[in-house]
């Protein structure tokens, strides 16, 4: 009896949470496609809506800050992409060169002018050991969403590379208070062979709860490869499983012509999704874009800009 009771309530709060992520879908639906004359009476109510779930993993859930990790729809579980993979990979904060780099990125969401979301994050690394920290910005004067990260990678037998990192993270809404969260996220990559690398890492590792009502953060785990088809070519592949969603598949190819310009596309199946971008080098400095569409909710802009050694 006692079973039957624990499962009706887990049914229970699937379907709850069905309904909030309609509802959710409804509000931007709304937003993005009926012209309004007050926009932002309509963005309080969406914000709301948010904060009136009966879960609290609508908080810190995963986004992408990197154009290039954006442009592949996420698929980069298994690539070293450096000061990139903070947020991502932490065991990816082992670039392939040495010494100094950093990020800034910045992009509104499905187009939505009053949301925004932005990064920076700086790292280093030296020998078989790297470090970075980043701070990440989601929200507007209404409702937002904070984090500072450090994170800490090193490399172990010249094919095994470990990484954590440490998020705190910060909701805050306009006139009703804030909340705090401390987040720890382990990564792992495994050099194959000199064209295969694998990786994986697990979000919240110690699924720690946000709010009064302690609900917990979003927990994800995910795994992925890297191919160099050849010099020019890479493939990747990951799946990314949160904790109350459906598997996602995604899948990324990079393609570089010429030294000064890469390009990317990817797509993911949950949500249905497919991105494309590209890269400009000049010198140190790395000028990114990446475009993705929303079988629902529309297009999203992103303009990165990066400087390291690094392609």
Request: glycine content about 10%; aromatic content about 12%; charged content about 20%.
């Amino acid at each position: 009896m006692h079973k039957k009771l624990q499962f009706i309530a887990i049914a229970e709060r699937i379907v709850q949470h069905w309904l909030n992520i309609q509802f959710f879908k409804l509000f931007v639906k709304r937003l993005l496609f009926h012209e309004t004359k007050r926009p932002m009476p309509m963005i309080g109510s969406l914000i709301l809506t948010l904060l009136t779930f009966e879960t609290g993993e609508c908080s810190f859930e995963e986004l992408l800050y990197s154009g290039r990790a954006f442009a592949l729809a996420g698929s980069v579980a298994g690539v070293n992409l450096g000061v990139e993979s903070l947020f991502i990979n932490p065991s990816g904060l082992l670039a392939d060169s040495s010494g100094f780099e950093w990020l800034g990125s910045f992009y509104h969401p499905y187009e939505i002018a009053e949301i925004n979301v932005g990064c920076f994050s700086t790292g280093y690394r030296r020998g078989k050991g790297a470090a970075a920290a980043g701070f990440t910005h989601l929200g507007n004067d209404l409702y937002h969403e904070h984090q500072i990260c450090l994170g800490i990678a090193r490399s172990f037998y010249h094919s095994i590379d470990m990484g954590a990192a440490i998020r705190y993270g910060t909701v805050a809404v306009q006139k009703y208070g804030q909340t705090r969260v401390i987040l720890l996220d382990v990564g792992w990559r495994l050099h194959l062979s000199a064209r295969c690398d694998a990786g994986g890492a697990i979000k919240n590792l110690t699924r720690t709860t946000i709010g009064r009502k302690r609900e917990p953060a979003p927990q994800q785990m995910v795994v992925g490869f890297a191919i160099r088809a050849r010099n020019d070519l890479q493939i990747f592949a990951s799946l990314s499983k949160d904790v109350i969603t459906e598997l996602d598949v995604r899948c990324g190819i990079y393609y570089q012509p010429v030294k000064s310009l890469s390009f990317f596309c990817g797509a993911g199946e949950q949500p249905e999704r497919f991105s494309l971008g590209f890269s400009i080098h000049i010198l140190q400095f790395h000028f990114d874009y990446g475009f993705s569409q929303h079988i629902d909710l529309g297009t999203t802009h992103m303009a990165a800009i990066r400087f390291g050694r690094g392609d």
